[in-house]
């Protein structure tokens, strides 16, 4: 059984740094990739990056590009590291796993833009941005 558990969340001011951890549990961490996803108050649930450790493939919402990097230091945790954060910010979020067979940024973009499509979800991490 596949789990994914979210943390590092916390709040921090505008301008300030967070770092999340995703553990993975029960896949190979090669042969999928690790989505991160947030759902801000009364907003629908948004893809932030995907990742493939395998191919190094990588793909960053443009609302976070430049601010978030996205990283894997072994098999079981991937994580999001969250600079010059803002207001705008302000998010539970979460992490899934989806299939990555084959290197495919075109898919990886799709699936982390499509966050309606995953089924299973974890607990998530909140991040409080104050301004």
């Given at each position: 059984?596949?789990?994914?558990?979210?943390?590092?969340?916390?709040?921090?001011?505008?301008?300030?740094?967070?770092?999340?951890?995703?553990a993975v549990d029960g896949?190979?961490?090669?042969?999928?990739?690790?989505g991160w996803f947030r759902?801000?108050?009364?907003?629908?649930?948004?893809?932030?990056?995907?990742?493939?450790?395998?191919?190094?493939d990588i793909y960053y919402?443009?609302?976070?590009?430049?601010?978030?990097?996205?990283?894997?230091?072994?098999?079981?945790?991937?994580?999001?590291?969250?600079?010059?954060?803002?207001?705008?910010?302000?998010?539970?979020?979460?992490?899934?796993?989806?299939?990555?067979?084959?290197?495919?940024?075109?898919?990886?973009?799709?699936?982390?833009?499509?966050?309606?499509?995953?089924?299973?979800?974890?607990?998530?991490?909140?991040?409080?941005?104050?301004?």
């Amino acid at each position: 059984e596949v789990h994914l558990v979210e943390s590092g969340g916390g709040l921090v001011q505008a301008g300030g740094s967070l770092r999340l951890s995703c553990a993975v549990d029960g896949l190979t961490l090669g042969d999928y990739a690790i989505g991160w996803f947030r759902q801000a108050p009364g907003k629908e649930r948004e893809g932030v990056s995907g990742f493939s450790s395998r191919d190094g493939d990588i793909y960053y919402a443009d609302s976070v590009k430049g601010r978030f990097t996205v990283s894997s230091d072994n098999s079981k945790t991937v994580y999001l590291q969250m600079n010059n954060l803002g207001p705008e910010d302000t998010a539970v979020y979460y992490c899934a796993a989806g299939p990555y067979p084959k290197k495919d940024p075109v898919l990886l973009q799709l699936w982390v833009s499509s966050p309606s499509l995953i089924k299973s979800w974890g607990q998530g991490t909140q991040v409080t941005v104050s301004s």
